[in-house]
């Protein structure tokens, strides 16, 4: 890689640190084209990338970012994933690498947060945003129906008396 080459990774993985809610580092070795594919179709399903980097530019592009825990992260072949939101990748991630013992999960990076395995794993079993906002939606529309059915009910209850004299006046 020559050195525009390098200016260039370096400062889209600046970008990727910095922007990310989490970056899931992994290793990848053992792990076919075919594998990395369908790994990388998971993770564009949940919004989220995976990508081969070179660890001396990752080190140098977290920039101090999580201190020496996050740069020991970054030994041997190294593949990020990244996304927005900080579960999705960890999700995707976490669940290929139960089907697929290539692909070893080393820890992730969020913020100056650095995590093991373990909390990745954790952190993969929390809902999404996605799946946060439905039920957010869900509980505030809870109350509006609830408010719709009380005040729905004196009239229903009204109209089934009047229903049950107007019955019984006609036999």
Do not use: C, W
């Not at 290539?102 to 809902?127: F, N, R, T």
Request: proline residues 4%; aromatic residues 4%; glycine residues 12%.
């Amino acid at each position: 890689m020559d050195k525009a080459g390098k200016t260039v990774a370096l400062e889209t993985l600046k970008g990727v640190f910095g922007e990310s809610g989490a970056v899931v580092v992994t290793h990848y070795t053992g792990l076919t084209v075919a594998e990395m594919t369908k790994l990388r179709g998971m993770l564009r399903k949940d919004g989220a990338q995976l990508k081969v980097v070179k660890n001396r530019l990752a080190k140098i592009a977290l920039d101090g970012q999580g201190g020496d825990a996050a740069q020991a992260l970054f030994q041997g072949p190294v593949a990020i994933a990244y996304s927005p939101d900080p579960v999705s990748a960890a999700k995707a991630t976490d669940e290929f690498a139960k089907e697929n013992d290539k692909l070893v999960i080393i820890g992730a990076v969020m913020g100056d947060q650095v995590l093991d395995a373990k909390g990745v794993e954790s952190l993969a079993k929390l809902p999404s945003l996605d799946q946060l906002r439905g039920k957010l939606i869900g509980l505030l529309q809870a109350p509006a129906t609830k408010v719709a059915g009380v005040v729905q009910a004196p009239a229903g209850q009204l109209a089934r008396v009047v229903a049950a004299y107007g019955s019984k006046d006609a036999a």
